[in-house]
C-alpha cells in the first residue's frame, strides 16, 4: 500500500459518480452479502433507481446505507460530501466553509454545516488513547487561543477573554488536547491523570501549575525557556513537539479561519489532531473518516 495521500484525480477515479459513493457506503455498512432482517436469509442486495437504496434479493426488504448518517435526509449529493471529506484529509491548515461553498455551489450555511460535521467526525475517530507509560515521555504545555489578554500584572484575570488548551503529546506518538477552564494547579493536573498514564515521564515547562506532578506517580522534567533553553542539557526535557503543534494550529486558524468561537474550538481541536496523530500514514486518513460516518 502506498504510504503518501491520495491525489485529487486517484479520489476523483475512486469516486466518479453518486452511485460509486453509494456504493462504498453499503460496503462499508453491510458488506457484499448479509443477513436480510426480514427473511432471515442470507442475500444479495440490489440498487434501488431512484433511491438511496438497496432491496435484497429474495424478499424485496429495502436498506439504506445512508440512514442514521448526516447523509440521511439531505439534499447535497454524496459527491459533494466526500469531496470535501477528501479536502479536509488532503490540506495542513483546515478548510474554510466559504471555500466549500466556492468549490461545490452550495450555501454558506450548507456549507458550514458540512465542515462542522465532519470535524465532529474527525475527533470521533482521533478518540482519547491513553499516552505514555513505563519508559515513555509526554510533553505537556497550554496555549491561549483567540480573544484578547488582560493588560496589567498577571493574576486570576491574566487570560482576558482568551480559552486555554492545554495539550499532550507523547514522543514519536499521538497528541491530545483539551479545551480547560483556567492554568491553575487543580484544572490541569486533573486532565493530565485523566490522559496520560502514571510513571510517564512528562517535560513541561517551568510554570508551577505542574509542580504537583511527582505526587500523582509521574516523573517530572522541566525546560527554562526564560534562559532561552529549549531542550534541557541535564534531562532532555523539550516541549518542541507540543509547541510545533500549536504554531500549526495557530497558522489554520489565523490564515484559514481568521476566528474561532470557544463553543467550536474543541472541534477545530479534534479536525487539526486526527491529522496529526496520522502524519505517518496519511493514506488512511480518507478511508477511516469515511467509515466513521457509518457509527
Not at 442514521?68 to 439534499?75: C, E, I, K
Request: proline share 2%; charged share 25%.
Amino acid at each position: 500500500m502506498s504510504k503518501k495521500a491520495p491525489t485529487l484525480r486517484q479520489f476523483q477515479d475512486r469516486f466518479p459518480t453518486e452511485e460509486s459513493c453509494l456504493e462504498h457506503l453499503k460496503l462499508v455498512r453491510f458488506g457484499e452479502r448479509h443477513t436480510c432482517e426480514k427473511c432471515s436469509k442470507d442475500a444479495k442486495f440490489y440498487r434501488v433507481a431512484k433511491r438511496r437504496s438497496y432491496a435484497c434479493e429474495h424478499c424485496g426488504a429495502q436498506v439504506y446505507p445512508t440512514a442514521g448518517t448526516p447523509f440521511d435526509r439531505t439534499r447535497t449529493s454524496l459527491r459533494d460530501w466526500f469531496h470535501v471529506m477528501f479536502l479536509f484529509c488532503s490540506t495542513r491548515n483546515g478548510v474554510a466553509a466559504k471555500e466549500v461553498e466556492r468549490q461545490i455551489g452550495v450555501t454558506y450555511k450548507t456549507a458550514w454545516r458540512m465542515c462542522h460535521e465532519i470535524r465532529k467526525y474527525m475527533a470521533i475517530v482521533d478518540g482519547d488513547e491513553p499516552l505514555g507509560g513505563l519508559g515513555r515521555a509526554v510533553q505537556c504545555d497550554e496555549t491561549f487561543i483567540g480573544g484578547r489578554l488582560a493588560t496589567g500584572k498577571r493574576g486570576a484575570n491574566y487570560m482576558g477573554n482568551k480559552t486555554v488548551v492545554l495539550g499532550m503529546a507523547e514522543v514519536g506518538g499521538d497528541i491530545v488536547t483539551r479545551v480547560v477552564a483556567d492554568r491553575t494547579r487543580s484544572t490541569l493536573l486533573s486532565h493530565i491523570h485523566a490522559t496520560v498514564k502514571r510513571t510517564t515521564t512528562i517535560h513541561t515547562d517551568e510554570h508551577k501549575a505542574y509542580g504537583g506532578l511527582p505526587t500523582l506517580g509521574y516523573r517530572h522534567a522541566t525546560v527554562n525557556h526564560s534562559l532561552d533553553e529549549y531542550v534541557c542539557r541535564k534531562t532532555g526535557a523539550t516541549v518542541n513537539a507540543i509547541e510545533g503543534f500549536w504554531a500549526q494550529l495557530k497558522r489554520g486558524i489565523n490564515g484559514t479561519h481568521i476566528h474561532v468561537s470557544s463553543k467550536h474550538l474543541s472541534k477545530y481541536l479534534g479536525e487539526f489532531g486526527f491529522r496529526h496523530n496520522r502524519r505517518h500514514r496519511p493514506e488512511t486518513m480518507l478511508a477511516e473518516l469515511l467509515v466513521s460516518f457509518q457509527r
